[in-house]
T-cell receptor, first 110, second 114 residues
Framework: SQQGEEDPQALSIQEGENATMNCSYK?????LQWYRQNSGRGLVHLIL?????REKHSGRLRVTLDTSKKSSSLLITASRAADTASYFC??????????FGAGTTVTVRA | DGGITQSPKYLFRKEGQNVTLSCEQN?????MYWYRQDPGQGLRLIYY???????QKGDIAEGYSVSREKKESFPLTVTSAQKNPTAFYLC?????????????FGAGSRLTVL
């Protein structure tokens, strides 16, 4: 069964704007990860946040984690056309199986 | 370059046929995974293997089979018992180091049943 749910399902923004997407999960996790998928391609790992962390940054990416609410958010700042992709959260549970949500499709308009 | 190679990229199958999707990695990763992706449904785990000669069913294993005879290889067979096999199939591997299971994915194989 799928552990994570992303919100919104789709997002369209202007180049230079920020994009925020949210993820909720159901059970205890070791960490939560975000992946990007360009159309018709495999997924690429973006960033990982551990269960004892609240916020993490990597370049233009900012991830937050609220274990009390079982939720995470991914912020992409100063978006570019190359950021157009689908973004998936994945919860890494105690048995080391990743469970993926349905993804958020982000379109960055020039 | 290290990575995961999936083949073929596109595959067409007639109903009633078995097909095998190849997945090879040269990352020296212990664990390998097969996911199925349908539009709007994200990724669902089919099978995974944490060590050679051992594998476990994921959430949607019915109609699929795998083998793990070598560390580098984890082929997936889509059997005729799989009622709706048209999908995008993704293979992944991981080291499960540092208490985190970060996956490296292949480029995927798109299977279409005619």
């Amino acid at each position: 069964s799928q552990q994570g749910e992303e919100d919104p399902q789709a997002l369209s923004i202007q180049e230079g704007e920020n994009a925020t997407m949210n993820c909720s999960y159901k059970t205890s996790i070791n960490n939560l990860q975000w992946y990007r998928q360009n159309s018709g391609r495999g997924l690429v790992h973006l960033i990982l946040i551990r269960s004892n962390e609240r916020e993490k940054h990597s370049g233009r990416l900012r991830v937050t984690l609220d274990t009390s609410k079982k939720s995470s958010s991914l912020l992409i700042t100063a978006s570019r056309a190359a950021d157009t992709a689908s973004y998936f959260c994945a919860s890494d549970m105690v048995d080391y199986k990743l469970s993926f949500g349905a993804g958020t499709t982000v379109t960055v308009r020039a | 370059d290290g990575g995961i190679t999936q083949s073929p990229k596109y595959l067409f199958r007639k109903e009633g046929q078995n097909v095998t999707l190849s997945c090879e990695q040269n990352l020296n990763h212990d664990a390998m995974y097969w996911y199925r992706q349908d539009p709007g449904q994200g990724l669902r785990l089919i099978y995974y293997s944490q060590i050679v000669n051992d594998f476990q069913k994921g959430d949607i294993a019915e109609g699929y089979s795998v083998s793990r005879e070598k560390k580098e290889s984890f082929p997936l067979t889509v059997t005729s018992a799989q009622k709706n096999p048209t999908a995008f199939y993704l293979c992944a591997s991981s080291t499960q180091g540092s208490g985190a299971n970060v996956l490296t994915f292949g480029a995927g194989s798109r299977l279409t049943v005619l």
